[in-house]
């Protein structure tokens, strides 16, 4: 990840990282060895679809098609293929991103100045 | 780091999500009426399938009302797919009945949205809802006074005919003085 001062980690794990730019106002995940700029709603659109995957019929069902998830958020300049520790890791990153950024709505909300 | 998020849109996930469901419940609502007026009219209720035609109209509203709300908002809102609606009734007195058992329904939905929205802090939705909550009343108030005819008119002989004439007559005044 190149250095860039509009860029901040939001989370992190061992399976990749998500990203702000405050610049585009955009965020960048990186997973599964690609980096994918996303606006604010497709995030939040990945992140509904990876929520809606039933992760126990894929893990039950003996279909050579449950092997892999194919996630293409609509309007997005990206395309996941996935097994089903991918899609768990996939949705850590995501859900995790999305409390740090939910804490960061509220953080703001208390530090920005107001009447009452 | 900006707050992406909220400038993005002003409601929660949760929110938005119980707003989208209203949005499909008033459709579904609409739908329904819909098929009340056709079976009204393929049994003869001339009167009654208007009725129920107008309703339909209305709840078509307040799904658009409520669309309109979640895209002012930033939000994203939903077109709804909807399931099949009933075809047939039972009686003529059951179709009243289904359809007060329905604005119940709504109210009930309304209510929960309102206390989602009280405990979530997120009092301009609270204040979007107010209109709705005050359109219930009317809503609930002509369907029940419609399922009273039943019992006012009766049944029997010309009963269902007169109860019929008299549907549309039924209207909800906003007042406390005579």
Redesign the interface.
């Known amino acids: 990840m190149q250095s860039n001062s509009n860029l901040?980690e939001i989370y992190k794990t061992g399976a990749g990282a998500i990203y702000?730019c405050?610049r585009q106002?955009r965020?960048l995940l990186e997973f599964a060895g690609s980096l994918t700029v996303l606006k604010?709603?497709a995030f939040?659109?990945l992140k509904q679809i990876i929520e809606k995957i039933d992760l126990v019929e894929m893990a039950n069902s003996t279909d050579r098609s449950s092997d892999v998830e194919i996630i293409y958020p609509v309007g997005c300049d990206c395309i996941y293929v996935l097994t089903l520790p991918e899609v768990l890791s996939l949705s850590e990153l995501l859900s995790g991103a999305m409390a740090m950024?939910?804490l960061?709505?509220m953080l703001?909300e208390c530090l920005t100045p107001t009447v009452a | 780091?900006?707050?992406?998020?909220?400038?993005?849109t002003s409601l929660t996930?949760e929110i938005e999500r119980v707003l989208n469901e209203q949005i499909k419940m008033e459709a579904e609502a609409s739908a329904m009426y819909l098929s009340m007026s056709s079976w009204c009219d393929r049994n003869g209720y001339d009167y009654s399938a208007g009725y129920f035609k107008k309703q339909s109209d209305e709840e078509r509203e307040h799904m658009l009302r409520l669309f309109k709300f979640v895209s002012d908002m930033g939000g994203?809102a939903i077109s709804p797919s909807i399931s099949a609606s009933q075809i047939e009734y039972e009686t003529f007195k059951s179709v009243f009945e289904q359809a007060l058992q329905q604005e119940i329904a709504v109210t009930q939905s309304f209510n929960r949205i309102a206390d989602k929205c009280m405990k979530a802090k997120d009092y301009v939705t609270f204040t979007f809802l107010q209109w709705f909550l005050k359109e219930q009343i009317e809503e609930e108030y002509v369907a029940r006074r419609a399922v009273e005819l039943f019992e006012v008119i009766g049944e029997e002989g010309t009963g269902l005919y007169e109860i019929d004439k008299r549907i549309p007559k039924i209207s909800y005044e906003d007042t406390y003085e005579d």
Not at chain 2, 1 to 8: E, F, N, S
């Open positions: 901040k702000q405050d106002n965020f604010v709603d939040i659109r950024l939910t960061n709505s703001h | 780091m900006k707050d992406l998020l909220r400038l993005k996930e994203r």
